[in-house]
Protein backbone atom coordinates (compact mmCIF):
# COMPACT_ATOMS: atom_id res chain seq x y z
CA UNK A 1 0.00 0.00 0.00
CA UNK A 2 1.51 3.71 -0.23
CA UNK A 3 2.00 5.47 2.26
CA UNK A 4 -0.53 8.27 1.35
CA UNK A 5 -2.85 5.32 0.90
CA UNK A 6 -2.40 3.80 4.48
CA UNK A 7 -2.33 7.37 5.89
CA UNK A 8 -6.18 7.90 4.00
CA UNK A 9 -7.30 4.62 5.54
CA UNK A 10 -6.02 4.73 9.03
CA UNK A 11 -7.71 8.80 9.11
CA UNK A 12 -10.85 7.13 7.63
CA UNK A 13 -10.74 4.60 10.54
CA UNK A 14 -9.76 7.54 13.31
CA UNK A 15 -13.32 9.13 12.00
CA UNK A 16 -15.35 6.33 12.00
CA UNK A 17 -14.44 5.44 15.27
CA UNK A 18 -14.41 8.55 16.89
CA UNK A 19 -18.38 8.70 15.50
CA UNK A 20 -19.51 5.44 16.72
CA UNK A 21 -17.53 7.22 20.25
CA UNK A 22 -19.66 10.03 20.10
CA UNK A 23 -22.84 7.65 19.72
CA UNK A 24 -22.22 5.45 22.69
CA UNK A 25 -20.94 8.53 24.43
CA UNK A 26 -24.58 10.34 24.14
CA UNK A 27 -26.22 6.99 24.88
CA UNK A 28 -23.77 5.83 27.48
CA UNK A 29 -24.95 6.85 31.07
CA UNK A 30 -21.83 5.02 33.09
CA UNK A 31 -18.62 6.94 31.57
CA UNK A 32 -18.20 10.39 33.08
CA UNK A 33 -16.08 12.69 31.54
CA UNK A 34 -16.41 15.55 34.53
CA UNK A 35 -13.58 16.25 37.09
CA UNK A 36 -11.41 19.01 37.57
CA UNK A 37 -8.18 17.19 36.47
CA UNK A 38 -9.12 16.75 32.73
CA UNK A 39 -7.86 13.65 32.68
CA UNK A 40 -10.73 11.13 31.81
CA UNK A 41 -12.24 9.06 34.27
CA UNK A 42 -13.70 6.37 32.40
CA UNK A 43 -10.52 3.96 32.71
CA UNK A 44 -10.28 0.54 33.02
CA UNK A 45 -8.45 -1.55 35.02
CA UNK A 46 -7.47 -4.07 32.28
CA UNK A 47 -3.68 -4.81 32.88
CA UNK A 48 -3.16 -3.28 36.16
CA UNK A 49 -1.69 -6.32 37.43
CA UNK A 50 -0.35 -5.77 40.60
CA UNK A 51 0.29 -2.00 40.51
CA UNK A 52 -1.54 0.04 42.98
CA UNK A 53 -4.24 2.06 41.87
CA UNK A 54 -2.64 5.29 42.60
CA UNK A 55 0.62 3.97 40.47
CA UNK A 56 -1.98 2.71 37.73
CA UNK A 57 -3.60 5.88 36.99
CA UNK A 58 -0.05 7.66 36.27
CA UNK A 59 0.70 5.12 33.79
CA UNK A 60 -2.38 3.50 32.40
CA UNK A 61 -2.31 5.74 29.42
CA UNK A 62 0.86 6.02 28.87
CA UNK A 63 2.73 3.79 25.91
CA UNK A 64 6.13 3.83 27.31
CA UNK A 65 5.48 3.33 31.61
CA UNK A 66 2.80 0.54 30.68
CA UNK A 67 3.40 -2.16 28.18
CA UNK A 68 -0.16 -2.96 28.17
CA UNK A 69 -1.20 0.64 27.30
CA UNK A 70 1.88 0.57 24.20
CA UNK A 71 -0.96 -1.10 22.24
CA UNK A 72 -3.30 1.38 22.21
CA UNK A 73 -2.35 4.97 23.23
CA UNK A 74 0.39 6.92 21.43
CA UNK A 75 2.90 9.36 22.54
CA UNK A 76 4.53 12.44 20.77
CA UNK A 77 7.84 14.36 20.75
CA UNK A 78 8.79 17.76 20.32
CA UNK A 79 12.20 18.63 19.58
CA UNK A 80 12.80 22.08 21.40
CA UNK A 81 15.87 21.55 23.23
CA UNK A 82 18.79 21.41 20.72
CA UNK A 83 21.72 21.80 23.40
CA UNK A 84 23.54 19.41 25.32
CA UNK A 85 26.20 19.82 28.06
CA UNK A 86 27.91 16.37 28.01
CA UNK A 87 29.49 14.31 25.59
CA UNK A 88 28.56 10.23 25.06
CA UNK A 89 30.92 8.43 22.69
CA UNK A 90 27.58 6.61 20.96
CA UNK A 91 26.74 9.95 19.97
CA UNK A 92 27.16 12.19 16.88
CA UNK A 93 25.86 15.72 17.32
CA UNK A 94 24.71 16.30 14.14
CA UNK A 95 22.01 13.80 14.90
CA UNK A 96 19.20 13.40 17.77
CA UNK A 97 19.99 12.69 21.54
CA UNK A 98 21.16 8.97 21.25
CA UNK A 99 19.61 8.41 24.53
CA UNK A 100 15.75 8.50 23.30
CA UNK A 101 16.50 7.84 19.75
CA UNK A 102 18.10 5.82 17.35
CA UNK A 103 21.39 7.07 15.86
CA UNK A 104 21.08 8.99 12.90
CA UNK A 105 18.14 10.41 13.07
CA UNK A 106 17.42 14.29 12.35
CA UNK A 107 14.61 15.80 14.11
CA UNK A 108 13.06 19.51 13.44
CA UNK A 109 13.62 21.74 15.86
CA UNK A 110 10.73 23.81 16.99
CA UNK A 111 9.88 26.90 19.29
CA UNK A 112 8.30 26.56 22.35
CA UNK A 113 5.08 28.30 20.05
CA UNK A 114 5.29 25.83 17.47
CA UNK A 115 5.40 23.19 19.68
CA UNK A 116 2.22 24.08 21.93
CA UNK A 117 0.62 24.88 18.07
CA UNK A 118 1.60 21.26 17.31
CA UNK A 119 0.57 18.93 20.16
CA UNK A 120 -2.39 20.85 19.52
CA UNK A 121 -2.84 19.51 16.34
CA UNK A 122 -1.52 16.02 16.89
CA UNK A 123 -4.28 15.47 19.93
CA UNK A 124 -6.92 16.96 17.22
CA UNK A 125 -5.97 13.98 14.94
CA UNK A 126 -4.73 11.54 17.01
CA UNK A 127 -7.42 11.59 19.87
CA UNK A 128 -4.95 8.63 21.53
CA UNK A 129 -2.08 10.49 21.86
CA UNK A 130 -2.25 10.98 25.80
CA UNK A 131 1.74 12.23 26.34
CA UNK A 132 3.82 14.43 25.03
CA UNK A 133 7.62 14.02 26.00
CA UNK A 134 10.64 16.16 25.28
CA UNK A 135 13.65 14.13 24.85
CA UNK A 136 15.80 16.23 22.83
CA UNK A 137 17.20 16.87 19.52
CA UNK A 138 19.89 17.29 22.92
CA UNK A 139 19.01 17.30 26.70
CA UNK A 140 16.27 18.81 27.90
CA UNK A 141 17.68 20.54 30.82
CA UNK A 142 20.45 21.89 29.12
CA UNK A 143 17.86 23.98 27.39
CA UNK A 144 15.22 24.49 30.51
CA UNK A 145 14.11 27.56 29.38
CA UNK A 146 12.76 26.16 25.89
CA UNK A 147 11.42 22.99 27.70
CA UNK A 148 9.59 24.57 30.79
CA UNK A 149 7.73 27.37 28.54
CA UNK A 150 6.95 24.17 26.10
CA UNK A 151 5.38 22.41 29.36
CA UNK A 152 3.50 25.94 30.62
CA UNK A 153 1.65 26.40 27.36
CA UNK A 154 0.82 22.58 27.27
CA UNK A 155 -0.16 23.09 30.72
CA UNK A 156 -2.44 25.70 29.60
CA UNK A 157 -4.04 24.84 26.50
CA UNK A 158 -3.89 20.67 26.55
CA UNK A 159 -4.58 19.96 30.47
CA UNK A 160 -5.26 16.15 29.67
CA UNK A 161 -2.00 15.61 28.04
CA UNK A 162 0.66 14.08 30.80
CA UNK A 163 3.64 15.73 30.28
CA UNK A 164 7.05 13.24 30.25
CA UNK A 165 10.41 14.16 29.88
CA UNK A 166 14.47 12.78 29.34
CA UNK A 167 17.45 13.57 30.34
CA UNK A 168 21.20 12.31 31.01
CA UNK A 169 20.99 13.70 34.78
CA UNK A 170 23.66 16.02 35.36
CA UNK A 171 21.57 19.33 35.57
CA UNK A 172 18.89 17.51 36.30
CA UNK A 173 18.80 18.34 40.80
CA UNK A 174 18.78 22.32 40.20
CA UNK A 175 15.35 21.66 37.92
CA UNK A 176 13.53 18.62 40.55
CA UNK A 177 11.13 21.26 41.89
CA UNK A 178 10.41 23.36 38.50
CA UNK A 179 9.55 19.82 36.84
CA UNK A 180 7.31 19.51 40.46
CA UNK A 181 6.04 22.19 39.42
CA UNK A 182 4.84 21.72 36.16
CA UNK A 183 3.18 18.34 37.41
CA UNK A 184 5.27 16.39 35.07
CA UNK A 185 5.27 12.69 36.31
CA UNK A 186 7.14 10.90 34.41
CA UNK A 187 11.14 11.41 34.48
CA UNK A 188 13.60 9.39 32.38
CA UNK A 189 17.47 9.50 33.22
CA UNK A 190 20.02 7.90 31.14
CA UNK A 191 22.44 6.16 33.85
CA UNK A 192 24.74 3.92 31.68
CA UNK A 193 26.86 3.51 34.97
CA UNK A 194 27.81 3.79 38.30
CA UNK A 195 31.75 3.18 38.27
CA UNK A 196 32.91 6.55 37.51
CA UNK A 197 35.77 3.85 35.56
CA UNK A 198 33.37 2.49 33.67
CA UNK A 199 31.54 5.93 32.81
CA UNK A 200 35.24 7.18 31.59
CA UNK A 201 35.27 4.65 28.67
CA UNK A 202 31.54 5.74 27.69
CA UNK A 203 31.99 9.68 28.12
CA UNK A 204 34.92 11.67 26.99
CA UNK A 205 33.91 14.99 28.97
CA UNK A 206 30.73 16.89 30.67
CA UNK A 207 30.40 20.63 30.75
CA UNK A 208 29.42 21.79 34.52
CA UNK A 209 29.15 25.85 35.87
CA UNK A 210 31.05 26.95 33.18
CA UNK A 211 34.03 24.02 33.41
CA UNK A 212 34.70 21.18 31.24
CA UNK A 213 35.63 17.87 33.20
CA UNK A 214 36.98 14.80 31.57
CA UNK A 215 38.31 11.36 32.55
CA UNK A 216 37.00 9.96 35.73
CA UNK A 217 36.62 13.18 37.53
CA UNK A 218 33.34 13.49 34.44
CA UNK A 219 31.92 10.22 35.20
CA UNK A 220 32.35 10.81 39.36
CA UNK A 221 30.41 14.24 38.67
CA UNK A 222 27.84 12.59 36.41
CA UNK A 223 26.93 9.53 38.55
CA UNK A 224 26.87 12.16 41.71
CA UNK A 225 23.87 14.03 40.21
CA UNK A 226 22.55 11.11 38.44
CA UNK A 227 21.96 9.43 41.31
CA UNK A 228 21.14 12.70 43.48
CA UNK A 229 18.45 13.44 40.86
CA UNK A 230 16.59 10.32 40.44
CA UNK A 231 16.31 10.64 44.74
CA UNK A 232 14.96 13.62 44.72
CA UNK A 233 12.13 12.65 41.91
CA UNK A 234 11.60 9.86 43.92
CA UNK A 235 11.15 11.47 47.14
CA UNK A 236 8.58 13.78 45.11
CA UNK A 237 6.63 11.23 44.03
CA UNK A 238 7.33 11.28 40.55
CA UNK A 239 7.47 8.15 38.30
CA UNK A 240 11.58 7.94 37.33
CA UNK A 241 12.26 5.47 34.42
CA UNK A 242 15.98 5.06 33.98
CA UNK A 243 17.39 4.12 30.47
CA UNK A 244 20.86 2.50 30.01
CA UNK A 245 23.04 1.55 27.09
CA UNK A 246 23.76 -1.85 26.79
CA UNK A 247 27.64 -1.45 25.71
CA UNK A 248 29.12 -5.18 25.60
CA UNK A 249 32.31 -5.54 26.55
CA UNK A 250 32.06 -1.83 28.20
CA UNK A 251 29.36 -1.70 30.32
CA UNK A 252 27.16 -5.29 29.67
CA UNK A 253 28.22 -6.54 33.08
CA UNK A 254 28.02 -3.93 34.81
CA UNK A 255 24.62 -3.25 34.17
CA UNK A 256 23.04 -5.58 37.11
CA UNK A 257 24.63 -3.43 39.63
CA UNK A 258 23.31 0.31 37.96
CA UNK A 259 20.05 -1.71 37.87
CA UNK A 260 20.42 -2.58 41.80
CA UNK A 261 21.38 1.07 42.37
CA UNK A 262 18.60 2.67 40.98
CA UNK A 263 16.14 0.47 41.78
CA UNK A 264 17.48 1.03 45.88
CA UNK A 265 16.84 5.00 45.35
CA UNK A 266 13.29 4.12 43.92
CA UNK A 267 13.42 3.86 40.04
CA UNK A 268 9.73 2.83 38.79
CA UNK A 269 11.24 1.16 35.55
CA UNK A 270 14.65 0.04 33.73
CA UNK A 271 14.55 -0.05 29.93
CA UNK A 272 17.99 -1.28 29.11
CA UNK A 273 18.28 -0.31 25.00
CA UNK A 274 20.84 -2.23 22.81
CA UNK A 275 23.77 0.17 21.37
CA UNK A 276 22.59 0.52 17.75
CA UNK A 277 26.44 1.61 16.17
CA UNK A 278 27.84 1.09 12.98
CA UNK A 279 30.53 3.27 11.29
CA UNK A 280 28.11 5.61 9.30
CA UNK A 281 27.24 7.35 12.41
CA UNK A 282 30.14 8.90 12.84
CA UNK A 283 30.36 8.32 16.44
CA UNK A 284 32.95 7.01 18.64
CA UNK A 285 32.06 3.75 19.07
CA UNK A 286 30.63 3.38 15.76
CA UNK A 287 34.23 4.21 14.15
CA UNK A 288 35.91 2.19 16.59
CA UNK A 289 33.87 -0.98 15.73
CA UNK A 290 32.29 -1.16 18.85
CA UNK A 291 29.47 -3.58 17.95
CA UNK A 292 25.61 -3.70 19.67
CA UNK A 293 24.58 -6.69 21.68
CA UNK A 294 22.78 -9.63 19.80
CA UNK A 295 19.25 -9.99 20.42
CA UNK A 296 19.81 -13.13 22.66
CA UNK A 297 22.32 -10.88 24.51
CA UNK A 298 20.29 -8.13 25.34
CA UNK A 299 17.49 -10.33 26.32
CA UNK A 300 19.15 -12.75 29.01
CA UNK A 301 20.29 -9.29 30.09
CA UNK A 302 17.14 -7.90 30.64
CA UNK A 303 15.98 -10.99 32.02
CA UNK A 304 18.56 -11.34 34.52
CA UNK A 305 17.30 -7.89 35.92
CA UNK A 306 13.41 -8.31 35.81
CA UNK A 307 13.40 -10.12 39.33
CA UNK A 308 14.76 -6.77 40.42
CA UNK A 309 12.25 -4.42 39.44
CA UNK A 310 10.04 -4.05 36.19
CA UNK A 311 11.84 -3.84 32.93
CA UNK A 312 10.59 -2.23 29.99
CA UNK A 313 10.83 -4.04 26.54
CA UNK A 314 8.73 -2.29 23.79
CA UNK A 315 10.67 1.03 23.89
CA UNK A 316 11.71 1.93 19.94
CA UNK A 317 14.46 4.17 20.27
CA UNK A 318 12.56 7.07 19.10
CA UNK A 319 13.26 10.54 17.53
CA UNK A 320 13.36 13.48 18.84
CA UNK A 321 9.84 14.57 17.25
CA UNK A 322 8.11 11.35 17.35
CA UNK A 323 4.34 11.36 16.61
CA UNK A 324 1.85 7.61 16.97
CA UNK A 325 2.12 4.52 18.79
CA UNK A 326 5.50 3.50 19.84
CA UNK A 327 6.35 1.43 16.37
CA UNK A 328 4.52 3.46 14.33
CA UNK A 329 5.82 6.94 12.94
CA UNK A 330 3.48 9.52 11.79
CA UNK A 331 5.96 12.81 12.35
CA UNK A 332 5.97 13.22 8.28
CA UNK A 333 2.25 14.30 8.77
CA UNK A 334 3.13 17.04 11.33
CA UNK A 335 6.36 19.00 9.43
CA UNK A 336 6.08 22.74 10.90
CA UNK A 337 4.53 23.89 7.18
CA UNK A 338 1.82 21.60 7.81
CA UNK A 339 0.70 22.86 11.45
CA UNK A 340 1.20 26.29 10.70
CA UNK A 341 -1.44 25.63 8.10
CA UNK A 342 -3.95 23.02 9.63
CA UNK A 343 -6.94 24.50 11.60
CA UNK A 344 -6.82 22.82 15.04
CA UNK A 345 -10.11 21.58 16.33
CA UNK A 346 -8.71 20.43 20.03
CA UNK A 347 -12.34 19.21 21.47
CA UNK A 348 -11.97 17.32 25.11
CA UNK A 349 -15.09 15.85 24.83
CA UNK A 350 -14.10 13.82 21.77
CA UNK A 351 -10.72 12.88 22.74
CA UNK A 352 -11.98 11.56 25.65
CA UNK A 353 -15.22 9.61 24.19
CA UNK A 354 -12.72 8.11 21.90
CA UNK A 355 -10.28 7.08 24.80
CA UNK A 356 -13.53 5.31 26.42
CA UNK A 357 -13.35 3.12 22.96
CA UNK A 358 -9.84 2.36 23.56
CA UNK A 359 -10.54 1.02 27.12
CA UNK A 360 -13.62 -1.14 26.13
CA UNK A 361 -10.89 -2.46 23.49
CA UNK A 362 -8.21 -3.23 26.05
CA UNK A 363 -10.97 -4.74 28.60
CA UNK A 364 -12.70 -6.99 25.77
CA UNK A 365 -8.60 -8.17 24.82
CA UNK A 366 -8.08 -8.76 28.60
CA UNK A 367 -11.02 -10.88 28.65
CA UNK A 368 -10.23 -12.77 25.77
CA UNK A 369 -6.54 -13.64 26.77
CA UNK A 370 -8.23 -14.92 30.10
CA UNK A 371 -10.49 -17.49 28.83
CA UNK A 372 -7.65 -18.75 26.65
CA UNK A 373 -5.29 -19.20 30.18
CA UNK A 374 -7.62 -21.33 31.85
CA UNK A 375 -7.75 -23.60 28.62
CA UNK A 376 -3.75 -23.67 29.45
CA UNK A 377 -4.42 -23.71 33.07
CA UNK A 378 -3.77 -27.64 33.14
CA UNK A 379 -0.66 -27.94 30.64
CA UNK A 380 2.98 -29.35 32.67
CA UNK A 381 5.75 -28.41 29.98
CA UNK A 382 8.88 -26.88 30.27
CA UNK A 383 9.04 -25.36 26.64
CA UNK A 384 9.57 -21.98 26.12
CA UNK A 385 9.69 -20.32 23.35
CA UNK A 386 9.65 -16.97 21.24
CA UNK A 387 7.38 -15.92 18.04
CA UNK A 388 7.14 -12.83 15.93
CA UNK A 389 3.71 -11.18 15.63
CA UNK A 390 3.27 -8.67 12.54
CA UNK A 391 0.58 -5.68 14.14
CA UNK A 392 -0.46 -2.47 13.57
CA UNK A 393 -1.40 -1.98 17.01
CA UNK A 394 -4.63 -2.08 19.16
CA UNK A 395 -3.60 -5.80 20.48
CA UNK A 396 -4.17 -7.35 17.20
CA UNK A 397 -2.47 -9.54 14.44
CA UNK A 398 -3.94 -6.68 11.94
CA UNK A 399 -0.40 -6.24 9.52
CA UNK A 400 0.26 -8.30 6.54
CA UNK A 401 3.93 -9.68 6.79
CA UNK A 402 5.15 -7.90 3.28
CA UNK A 403 3.51 -4.46 4.96
CA UNK A 404 5.38 -5.15 8.30
CA UNK A 405 8.15 -2.42 9.19
CA UNK A 406 8.83 -4.26 12.11
CA UNK A 407 7.66 -7.52 14.31
CA UNK A 408 6.72 -7.89 17.91
CA UNK A 409 8.14 -10.65 19.57
CA UNK A 410 6.37 -12.91 22.41
CA UNK A 411 7.89 -15.39 24.89
CA UNK A 412 5.36 -18.10 25.14
CA UNK A 413 5.61 -20.78 28.39
CA UNK A 414 2.57 -22.49 30.15
CA UNK A 415 2.48 -18.98 32.36
CA UNK A 416 1.24 -17.53 29.05
CA UNK A 417 2.34 -14.87 26.35
CA UNK A 418 4.78 -12.66 27.81
CA UNK A 419 5.82 -9.09 25.60
CA UNK A 420 9.81 -9.23 25.50
CA UNK A 421 10.40 -7.31 22.37
CA UNK A 422 10.41 -5.83 18.85
CA UNK A 423 12.50 -5.87 15.83
CA UNK A 424 12.66 -3.97 13.28
CA UNK A 425 13.24 -4.63 10.01
CA UNK A 426 13.18 -3.66 6.28
CA UNK A 427 9.96 -3.70 4.48
CA UNK A 428 9.12 -6.86 2.49
CA UNK A 429 6.70 -6.00 0.11
CA UNK A 430 8.35 -2.82 -1.95
CA UNK A 431 6.52 -1.01 -4.69
CA UNK A 432 4.16 -4.67 -4.71
CA UNK A 433 6.92 -6.97 -5.47
CA UNK A 434 8.74 -8.85 -2.69
CA UNK A 435 12.38 -8.38 -2.26
CA UNK A 436 14.60 -11.19 -1.40
CA UNK A 437 17.08 -9.47 0.13
CA UNK A 438 14.63 -7.95 2.60
CA UNK A 439 13.39 -11.60 2.87
CA UNK A 440 17.05 -12.41 4.53
CA UNK A 441 16.85 -9.86 6.91
CA UNK A 442 13.85 -10.38 8.22
CA UNK A 443 14.59 -14.11 9.13
CA UNK A 444 17.90 -12.85 10.66
CA UNK A 445 15.92 -10.37 12.48
CA UNK A 446 13.36 -13.37 14.04
CA UNK A 447 15.65 -16.34 13.78
CA UNK A 448 15.27 -17.11 17.45
CA UNK A 449 11.08 -17.39 16.32
CA UNK A 450 9.19 -20.82 16.24
CA UNK A 451 6.49 -18.70 14.33
CA UNK A 452 5.64 -15.46 12.58
CA UNK A 453 1.54 -14.44 13.52
CA UNK A 454 0.73 -12.06 10.24
CA UNK A 455 -2.75 -10.98 8.81
CA UNK A 456 -1.71 -12.16 5.32
CA UNK A 457 1.21 -13.49 3.53
CA UNK A 458 2.40 -14.51 0.28
CA UNK A 459 3.47 -17.85 -1.03
CA UNK A 460 6.55 -16.88 -1.23
CA UNK A 461 8.07 -15.76 1.72
CA UNK A 462 5.77 -18.48 3.28
CA UNK A 463 7.86 -21.29 1.57
CA UNK A 464 11.34 -19.32 2.70
CA UNK A 465 10.01 -19.25 6.05
CA UNK A 466 9.34 -22.76 6.51
CA UNK A 467 13.09 -23.81 4.54
CA UNK A 468 14.37 -21.42 7.66
CA UNK A 469 12.27 -23.73 10.53
CA UNK A 470 10.06 -20.63 11.38
CA UNK A 471 6.15 -21.64 10.93
CA UNK A 472 4.13 -18.76 8.93
CA UNK A 473 0.72 -18.53 11.08
CA UNK A 474 -2.16 -16.50 9.06
CA UNK A 475 -5.15 -18.30 10.91
CA UNK A 476 -5.64 -15.78 13.15
CA UNK A 477 -5.89 -12.68 11.18
CA UNK A 478 -7.33 -9.56 12.82
CA UNK A 479 -7.61 -11.37 16.56
CA UNK A 480 -6.30 -10.72 19.52
CA UNK A 481 -2.61 -11.06 20.02
CA UNK A 482 -2.17 -12.99 23.11
CA UNK A 483 -5.23 -15.38 23.09
CA UNK A 484 -4.48 -16.68 19.41
CA UNK A 485 -0.64 -16.99 20.48
CA UNK A 486 -1.62 -18.87 24.26
CA UNK A 487 -4.38 -21.21 21.35
CA UNK A 488 -1.23 -21.67 18.84
CA UNK A 489 1.30 -22.48 21.93
CA UNK A 490 -1.74 -25.02 23.20
CA UNK A 491 -1.66 -26.51 19.49
CA UNK A 492 2.24 -26.85 19.68
CA UNK A 493 2.47 -28.38 23.15
CA UNK A 494 -0.10 -30.85 22.40
CA UNK A 495 1.47 -31.74 18.38
CA UNK A 496 4.98 -31.97 20.74
CA UNK A 497 3.28 -34.37 23.36
CA UNK A 498 1.82 -36.78 19.86
CA UNK A 499 5.17 -36.94 18.55
CA UNK A 500 4.30 -35.04 15.68
CA UNK A 501 6.86 -32.62 15.83
CA UNK A 502 10.15 -32.32 17.72
CA UNK A 503 10.59 -29.11 19.70
CA UNK A 504 13.90 -27.94 18.91
CA UNK A 505 15.35 -24.71 20.29
CA UNK A 506 16.00 -21.61 18.37
CA UNK A 507 19.63 -19.70 17.18
CA UNK A 508 19.99 -16.24 18.14
CA UNK A 509 18.85 -13.36 15.76
CA UNK A 510 20.11 -9.89 14.82
CA UNK A 511 18.58 -6.45 15.97
CA UNK A 512 19.21 -4.04 13.02
CA UNK A 513 22.01 -1.62 13.25
CA UNK A 514 22.30 0.58 9.89
CA UNK A 515 19.93 2.62 7.67
CA UNK A 516 18.70 4.79 10.39
CA UNK A 517 18.09 7.99 8.90
CA UNK A 518 14.28 8.62 8.51
CA UNK A 519 13.86 5.80 10.87
CA UNK A 520 11.02 6.46 13.05
FE1 LIG B 1 9.06 10.13 25.14
FE2 LIG B 1 10.63 8.83 26.71
FE3 LIG B 1 8.56 10.06 27.68
FE4 LIG B 1 8.24 7.90 26.25
S1 LIG B 1 9.82 7.87 24.64
S2 LIG B 1 10.27 11.03 26.73
S3 LIG B 1 9.26 8.02 28.22
S4 LIG B 1 7.11 9.78 26.02
FE5 LIG B 1 9.47 5.56 25.11
FE6 LIG B 1 10.56 6.34 22.90
FE7 LIG B 1 11.66 4.41 24.32
FE8 LIG B 1 11.70 6.84 25.16
S5 LIG B 1 9.70 4.35 23.33
S6 LIG B 1 12.66 6.13 23.35
S7 LIG B 1 11.16 5.04 26.33
FE1 LIG C 1 24.12 12.96 22.64
FE2 LIG C 1 22.08 12.70 24.31
FE3 LIG C 1 24.57 11.99 25.09
FE4 LIG C 1 23.91 14.57 24.76
S1 LIG C 1 23.05 13.15 26.29
S2 LIG C 1 25.77 13.55 24.00
S3 LIG C 1 22.53 14.51 23.01
S4 LIG C 1 23.34 11.01 23.50
Known sequence: MHASTQHETSEAAVADKLAEAMQAKAEHQGCGTSGGSGKASCGSSAGQGDLPTEIWEKVKNHPCYSEEAHHHYARMHVAVAPACNIQCNYCNRKYDCANESRPGVVSEKLTPQQAAKKVLAVASTIPQMTVLGIAGPGDPLANPEKTFQTFELINRTAPDIKLCLSTNGLALPDHVDTIAGFNVDHVTITINMVDPEVGAKIYPWVFWKHKRYTGYEAAKLLTDRQMLGLEMLTERGILCKVNSVMIPGINDKHLVEVN??????????????????????????????????????????????????????????????????????????FTTDKIMAMEVNYDLDSRKAYQALVEEERVAKV????????????????????????????????????HAKEFQVWELSTGGAKFVGHRRVDLYCQGGYGEEDSLETIIRAINDCHAVFVAKIGGCPKADLVKAGIEPVDGFAHEFIEKSAITWFKEYLNKVKTGEIEHAERGDAEIRQGALINAA
Do not use: W, Y
Not at 270 to 280: D, G, R
Not at 378 to 402: M, P, R, W, Y
Open 260 to 333: RAVKSRGAFLHNIMPLISAPEHGTVFGLNGQRGPTAQELKALQDSCEGEMNMMRHCRQCRADAVGLLGEDRSAE
Open 367 to 402: AAKQEEMEALAGEQSDIKLLVAVATKGSGLINEHFG
